[in-house]
């Protein structure tokens, strides 16, 4: 049974959102319940063998899950660190992970850009021991309509937003690579290298102009996809 070391970052209190994009007019009076009924020191204690025992069952049962899903926990785990990835061909592949998504990761080497697929990774190394901690929520600041829609109209409102369905769900490769569309990518396949501008993408293929040419690319063939930061 693998054993993980655990690093936690310090809690932080927050402050109760007031701005809720609701008329006073219509509830002048709003009361924020309890998050829960223990004292803090206990209730950090009940979190944490919450926690032992989830991945406790997660581990026993990793023999029977597919390597897409022990990858998805992996990346999610080295977010924020620099890793060593080693794809199924051999070669080695290094970047800060930036974004686990259900069957992808994104890493960040300096100003470019890679997106793996899992099915194409064979092995991950930390490259570092700690990650950078987030100081806040990344939605605490979101305009106050927005917050509300989310509240109110979650399935709706998350659907309609690639970046909030990531957040939320990790959304697949063929939604995340919608975000590219009319930028210029480079796609490897086995070992040609594709360079061009991305015009269109469906769950099963990714459409670029190269050379003046549309050549239509297999999603499932890709090995990896670079894209430059300006």
Same mark, same amino acid.
């Given at each position: 049974m693998k054993k993980e070391i655990e690093h936690t970052l310090p809690q932080v209190e927050q402050k109760?959102?007031?701005?809720?994009?609701?008329?006073?007019r219509c509830c002048p009076e709003r009361f924020p319940s309890p998050t829960n009924c223990l004292p803090?020191?206990?209730?950090?204690?009940?979190? %944490?063998? !919450?926690?032992?025992? *989830? +991945?406790?069952?997660?581990?026993?049962?990793?023999?029977?899950?597919?390597?897409?899903?022990?990858?998805?926990?992996?990346?999610?785990?080295?977010?924020?660190? %620099?890793? !060593?990835?080693?794809? *199924? +061909?051999?070669?080695?592949?290094?970047?800060?992970?930036?974004?686990?998504?259900?069957?992808?990761?994104?890493?960040?080497?300096?100003?470019v850009e890679i997106i793996l697929p899992y099915r194409q990774i064979d092995m991950v190394k930390p490259c570092g021991r700690f990650a950078e901690p987030t100081t806040e929520p990344s939605l605490l600041n979101i305009d106050s309509c927005l917050r509300r829609d989310i509240a109110f109209c979650f399935g709706e409102i998350v659907a309609s937003s690639p970046e909030l369905l990531q957040r939320f769900f990790k959304i697949r490769l063929?939604?995340?690579?919608?975000?590219?569309?009319?930028?210029?990518?480079?796609?490897?396949?086995?070992?040609?290298?594709?360079?061009g501008l991305v015009m269109d993408v469906d769950k099963e293929t990714i459409v670029i102009e190269s050379n003046k040419k549309l050549k239509v690319i297999p999603i499932d063939k890709i090995t990896l996809i670079k894209k430059y930061q300006a």
């Open positions: 109760p959102i007031e701005d809720f994009c609701i008329d006073d803090f020191e206990s209730f950090e204690q009940m979190e %944490k063998e !919450i926690k032992a025992a *989830n +991945e406790l069952l997660l581990d026993l049962a990793l023999e029977d899950r597919p390597p897409e899903e022990i990858f998805r926990k992996v990346f999610a785990g080295l977010e924020g660190l %620099k890793v !060593i990835v080693i794809m *199924n +061909e051999g070669k080695t592949i290094t970047g800060k992970v930036m974004t686990v998504g259900f069957d992808f990761v994104v890493l960040l080497d300096g100003k063929t939604i995340y690579l919608l975000l590219l569309d009319a930028k210029i990518i480079e796609i490897t396949l086995d070992n040609t290298v594709i360079e």
